[in-house]
């Protein structure tokens, strides 16, 4: 359980909706075949654009010995003039005549550059949305890769700006793009890593790149996030997480699962037994956050979890705005099953964002997927627990990590957390 001394942050949840929704992504148009392409996305096709004003899939090629990593920062960047410069998606009307963020001749919400973005690195995928009533996309994700002697190395991080607080895309952005980039620079420096002290890495550097935003701009209303991170290398996997984004286990074996436990108000009321989960998420606090990434984070590890499934199947990570809407790890596994081969991940994300936008689409969503087999390596990352098992369960991990060892604490255990936080 989080610690229950630290002070709520504003909730993290369903805000006011955006005055001008707009309609779900129309997945026609042409095919499109990401997979093994590298694509500059200064380069990328202008005659593949998404349907939702949205850029073309950026898709990142073989893993070197410094690894590859998707850059939304720089995809943003590159396809912002011509998105920005582009008619009126409804109606044909030229930018000229746009008002502020509207067209000027049908009052249709005119595209911005973050509304939608897909990355195919390798056998990972990613795919952020704005939404259909949110007025900007405050998510974030990011995926890497590196070839190393012992396996493939793959990252992924989600994470969701607090919406409450000013800035919370850029803190999103920073943090989930810091997390990747530090792993594959930890291997490339240091080589081969244990999965625990990359992950650490990880999510040490998402939280020191989410609390210096704070040097430009209010100190007094600094930017906040939610965070996920997962690290796998030949089947086995440790995933991390702070705040209320989730990560889930999903397989057609029957072993699907929420992997993560929510830093909110909820969980910490059904955890102590004051409501029941059902009572406590139907309460109008639910979303209030325990934990984030932030300047004004509260004190303390994130938490964390060791994972090496029984069969194939994907890691899932998200934002709120896919699990508010398919909260069940059977359903969501069952999105990814809907007429679309087993290989195409790409289509999976389309598929679950899609669901989200379908029934309802209230805030920005977002999901990455890893696949994940057993059959891809020897299990070695670590010693089984006493009774055979080879998921942790909740472990923590110290956010100020550099070059010391990770502290293995077991959420079960009665020794107190480390008190660690970003400087």
């Known amino acids: 359980m989080t610690e229950s001394s630290a002070p709520p942050s504003p909730t993290n949840g369903p805000g006011d909706p955006d005055r001008s929704a707009r309609p779900g992504p129309d997945r026609g148009g042409p095919d499109r075949d990401p997979s093994g392409t590298t694509l500059d996305p200064a380069t990328a096709d202008p005659d593949d654009p998404d349907p939702t004003g949205g850029v073309p899939v950026q898709s990142v090629g073989p893993a070197g010995s410094a690894g590859e990593h998707t850059d939304l920062r720089a995809v943003l960047e590159a396809t912002r003039t011509q998105i920005e410069t582009a008619d009126c998606p409804e109606c044909g009307a030229s930018v000229d005549e746009a008002q502020d963020v509207v067209c000027g001749r049908c009052g249709t919400r005119r595209p911005a550059v973050r509304d939608h973005v897909e990355f195919r690195l390798g056998p990972a995928a990613a795919v952020t949305d704005r939404g259909l009533r949110r007025r900007r996309n405050e998510d974030a994700c990011a995926l890497g890769r590196i070839a190393t002697a012992e396996g493939e190395i793959l990252v992924a991080s989600v994470c969701d700006g607090v919406a409450s607080a000013r800035r919370g895309d850029e803190a999103s952005l920073a943090a989930a793009e ?231 604490t077991r959420a079960e255990s009665t020794v107190d957390p480390p008190d660690h936080g970003p400087s």
Do not use: K
């Not at 999901?367 to 472990?395: F, K, M, N, Q, Y």
């Open 178 to 408: 810091a997390c990747v980039a530090a792993v594959l620079t930890r291997i490339t420096a240091r080589g081969v890593q244990n999965l625990d002290d990359l992950a650490a890495t990880g999510a040490g550097a998402a939280a020191e790149a989410a609390a210096d935003l704070v040097r430009h701009g209010d100190p007094n209303d600094p930017p906040a996030t939610t965070y996920t991170g997962a690290v796998t290398r030949g089947g086995s996997a440790v995933v991390s997480w702070v705040g209320d984004s989730r990560i889930y286990w999903l397989a057609g074996d029957g072993t699907s699962q929420l992997l993560s436990t929510d830093d909110s108000w909820a969980e910490e009321i059904a955890a102590a037994g004051v409501m029941s989960r059902e009572q406590a998420h139907a309460d109008r606090r639910a979303h209030v956050l325990t934990r984030w990434l932030g300047h004004d984070s509260p004190e303390g590890p994130a938490r964390a979890r060791r994972f090496r499934p029984a069969g194939p199947g994907v890691l899932l990570l998200c934002s709120d705005g896919i699990w508010n809407h398919i909260p069940e790890a059977d359903r969501l596994a069952a999105v990814l099953a809907s007429g679309r081969g087993e290989a195409d991940v790409l289509g999976d994300a389309r598929a679950l964002v899609d669901a989200a936008l379908a029934d309802g689409g209230y805030d920005n969503a977002t999901v990455a997927l890893v696949p994940l087999d057993p059959a891809d390596g020897d299990g070695g990352e670590w010693d089984p627990r006493p009774d055979g098992s080879e998921d942790t369960g909740p472990i923590l991990i110290p956010l100020d990590v550099d070059d010391q060892p990770r502290r293995d």
